[in-house]
């Protein structure tokens, strides 16, 4: 069946086989920036905005983004015009391994969206589905608090 | 106490690859797709013990796009080690890639090589098998009894080197030593305790799960991009286990999604290696997360039973521990992680009378145990420091106060760190920098020890604070090596070639600030490749708390060797002496006299006396200077559902220089989390037949955002005098405080003593029930 969505703000089509999953067929298109963890939507190293809001694409098929907007880490920023949430994460020391990271990057731009104001313990909340073995999450909490700051155009601390 | 007036080492650069990974760019294994490629799926084995008398493949070799079926019957059969280790390796040899022989739920059976992943995942089931099963062992210390069904009755199972080894007993290792009057002070001691401990099996857990691609050059060269921590060791063991010679073998690691132990091992390139060979096409070998908690490695549980004896001074003048692992069903890193346990713990009680280790790592059919974070040490201060709090209440004494009156300094050595090394006698050492005084004082103030200590309570909710003291090594004494080479660019850039392996850690960054320093050039002037075994110099890898101190070391060596070259050209160029010549701001400096290094560059490459200008050493430690911590957390107890609440936490650690301490907080933070995770909630749920029933993140649960309490790092500086600009290493240390630390901190709250891991509800409520 032939799927047609937005991808990055770019058209996108493609033929896919009925249930196939959205992180694969990403991948395949070369956007590898989205990661697999577990295939199961437990790990959130997938994660993808679909229409702004953060989801598991391993737990996409792909039905479900016909006509719909996709946003994968590549469409948020380059390493030479990142996003300020990208920024931040590099400069606060959020990555490590940094194959949690896109997914965190993706959930956090969709918190700070619909929140510019968040506690700690918001960000804690928004990113509790994604899971980082090597940073114990403090400099990424860190990260997403002072990308906030940066995004509501408050001098850093 | 830096010693050196540093402008690169010592500041928090930002990590090299963060931009590149935080924008999904950079790439890891998987990141890459090759045309033709094959997919392969593993089967594993349903039964904990038994033997294959028959593997059918023709009715999965028939199923359209299905290209190729290993198993027993068509595998080479060359008995090996899967523990990347320094070679001769100290593990076992005793494993073959597929084996007539399951000895754990989850061993291999068979690989698929397919044109998809869903072809070969339809064609496991395809796969005829007919096992013979046989009794399981579940238990280590019913393996080690007489008459226990033998787990490696094969007969080219062997020890690699002149080590205890015992397949038909189900001893996989075995270590001991003793020295001073054991039994004599035991008898005298006015106060004593005998207790045991046990700790459990965890999974490293790393987002990444295990993945190598195989495919053949233009040659015929087998190359392998693989996530793994041991590059050099992984294109040795194949080659071995292929029967290629090493130079036609070639290990790419790209990015690494983390590792901690868990890609040390090499079990997987091998496999994909055999099957692109076979094809003649590229193979993907990639693990579900089911995967890899069942045939990955994990942490050796151990059953452990600590002696120890005090005089009426507190001074604590007996430590005997006498542990068991269970190394599962392969020897994975079963001597060295059981030497490991009494090496990393016992020498931070240094004024002892007698002390004495004995280890013994047992054969079970169970998941295999291998190198995790900690590799003993995790494991053996627990029972220490446990029973330190438990001491110094019988003598009552702070148990701050014992550890400062025991505790091992600077300038002292300890008899263990002859006695027990890696398979092979240790080195003798004697401590040269020791910062576990000051985070004994930094930490407990940071928790409020004096305010918050003992003050308990009768209602629902019960706080407590509890306290433990760590050591870690820095490398493997006379073991670990590593190397570098580094070359001058027209503008005075370098290219630093690394075998050091950088799974996330950090390392290149780190590396790079330390050729940066020497160079005088700043960090972002230092393109660091890492670990490929074609183009990068050798490095036993990333493990062992290794890479900072020993990998460091080579590449301040290598950039000591280019900065003579660079000055010498530059002395040319002035028309000056050497002597006096010195290298700052990308400059050559001598008196008011400079020359630029872009302007040597240029000169070497283009002009006059045409070289390149390169860098080369190498570095092995003589000596594992152990980082050093103190870690605290005030906890809170539910009395009603035995549920811990770490509400605290404050990990003091000495790490001699922090080359970057953004960096070190990180690993530091890391391990807490990781520690945390395994004292409260991670945990493998076995069945009675030995299958694992928690194999995902929703069932074994680790530490998400929400989990993280104030967590608080307090770098203590010290200075090392044998590493790079006085540095320790610091990854493994602080994954062996919150079992510790938080067991003590219930006693302290509601009195009960947790000396058997994990602290899960049910078993804090039961005990609290006093069941």
Known sequence: MRVTATVNGSPFSCDVAPGERLVDVLRAHGLTGTKYGCGSGECGACVVLLDGEPVNSCLVVLPRIEGHSITTIEGLGTPSVPHPIQEAFAEAGAVQCGYCTPGMVLSAYALLQRNPHPTREDVAAALDGNLCRCTGYVKIIDAVMMAAARLRGEALS | ?771
């Open chain 2, 1 to 771: 106490m830096n010693e050196y007036d540093t402008t690169v080492v010592g500041h928090s650069v930002r990590k090299l690859d963060a931009m590149g990974l935080a924008s999904g760019r950079h790439t890891f294994t998987d990141d890459f797709a090759l045309p033709g490629m094959l997919h392969a799926r593993l089967l594993l084995s349903p039964h904990a013990h038994a033997r294959i008398t028959s593997v059918d493949a023709s009715e999965a070799l028939v199923l359209p796009g299905v290209v190729s079926v290993v198993s027993a019957a068509n595998a080479p059969r060359v008995f090996h080690t899967t523990a990347g280790q320094g070679f001769p390796e100290p593990s076992p040899h005793d494993s073959v890639m597929f084996d007539w022989k399951v000895r754990h739920v989850g061993d291999r059976v068979a690989v698929i090589a397919a044109v998809s992943e869903e072809v070969a995942e339809a064609a496991l089931g395809l796969i005829r098998v007919n096992y013979e099963v046989l009794e399981p062992v579940f238990d280590p210390l019913r393996a080690l009894e007489p008459g226990a069904p033998v787990i490696h009755d094969e007969p080219e199972a062997h020890a690699a080197i002149p080590v205890v080894y015992r397949p038909k007993q189900n001893l996989a290792a075995s270590a001991e030593f003793s020295t001073g009057p054991v039994d004599e002070v035991w008898d005298q001691a006015t106060h004593r305790l005998d207790r045991t401990y046990q700790v459990h099996r965890a999974s490293h857990c790393a987002i990444e799960p295990h993945e190598v691609i195989a495919y053949l050059d233009p040659d015929g060269r087998l190359i392998l991009r693989s996530s793994t921590q041991v590059p050099f060791h992984a294109r040795r063991i194949v080659a071995n286990v292929l029967g290629l010679p090493v130079g036609r073998v070639r290990v790419i690691k790209p990015r690494i999604g983390g590792g901690f132990g868990g890609k040390q091992e090499v079990f997987l390139e091998q496999i994909a290696g055999l099957l692109c060979l076979r094809t003649e096409l590229p193979v993907r070998l990639r693990l579900t997360r089911q995967e890899v908690f069942m045939t990955s490695r994990t942490r050796h549980p151990q059953h452990l039973r600590l002696r120890s004896a005090a005089d009426g001074e507190g001074r604590v003048t007996l430590l005997d521990l006498d542990t068991v692992l269970d190394t599962g069903a392969y020897g994975s890193h079963a001597l060295t992680v059981a030497t490991n346990t009494g090496s990393k713990v016992l020498p931070l009680v240094n004024r002892t009378r007698a002390v004495r280790f004995r280890a013994r790592s047992a054969y079970t059919t169970l998941p295999v145990s291998g190198a995790y974070r900690g590799y003993g040490a995790t494991q053996g201060a627990f029972a220490l420091n446990v029973q330190m709090d438990e001491m110094a209440r019988d003598l009552g004494l702070d148990v701050l106060e014992l550890w400062r009156r025991n505790h091992i300094r600077s300038g002292e050595s300890s008899p263990v760190f002859q006695a027990l090394g890696e398979g092979t006698e240790g080195v003798p050492m004697s401590i040269r920098s020791c910062g576990l005084e000051q985070c004994l004082e930094q930490g407990s103030k940071a928790i409020g020890w004096e305010e918050k200590r003992g003050r308990g309570g009768n209602g629902r909710l019960v706080r407590g604070i509890g306290m433990a003291a760590l050591m870690q090594g820095s490398g493997i004494p006379r073991i670990d090596m590593a190397s570098a080479t580094l070359k001058l660019n027209d503008d005075g850039s370098v290219n630093l070639l690394v075998g050091a392996t950088d799974l996330g850690t950090g390392s290149d960054t780190i590396l790079a600030q330390i050729a940066a320093e020497t160079l005088g050039i700043r960090a972002d002037q230092v393109v660091v490749y890492s670990s490929d075994t074609d183009l990068t110099p050798f490095d036993t890898g990333a493990y062992a708390s290794s890479t900072t101190y020993i990998s460091g070391e080579a590449v301040r060596r290598a950039a000591s060797d280019l900065a003579g070259k660079i000055i010498r050209v530059a002395a040319r160029m002035m028309g000056t002496e050497l002597h006096g010549l010195s290298l700052r701001g990308g400059l050559v400096i001598g008196g008011d006299r400079v020359v630029a290094v872009s302007d040597v560059a240029l000169r070497s490459l283009y002009q006059e006396d045409q070289e390149q200008l390169m860098g080369m050493a190498s570095a092995w430690g003589e000596v594992s200077p152990p980082p050093f911590s103190a870690h605290f957390a005030e906890i809170e107890v539910d009395t009603l559902t035995g549920r811990i609440r770490v509400v605290r936490y404050v990990a003091a650690v000495d790490c001699g220089v922090a080359i970057n301490p953004a960096l070190a907080q990180g690993q530091t933070e890391g391990a807490v989390m990781n520690g945390i995770g395994y004292a409260l909630c991670e945990e493998y749920l076995m069945d009675d037949r030995g299958r694992m029933r928690n194999g995902s993140f929703v069932g074994y649960r680790i530490p998400s955002s929400r989990d993280v309490p104030d967590l608080v790092t307090i770098l203590v500086p010290t200075y090392e005098p044998t590493g790079p600009y006085g540095a320790k290493s610091i990854s493994e240390i602080s994954i062996n405080g919150p079992l510790p630390v938080i067991s003590n901190a219930v006693y302290d709250a509601v009195g009960v003593r947790l000396r058997s891991s994990p602290f899960t509800p049910d078993r804090v409520w039961r005990l609290l029930k006093g069941e």
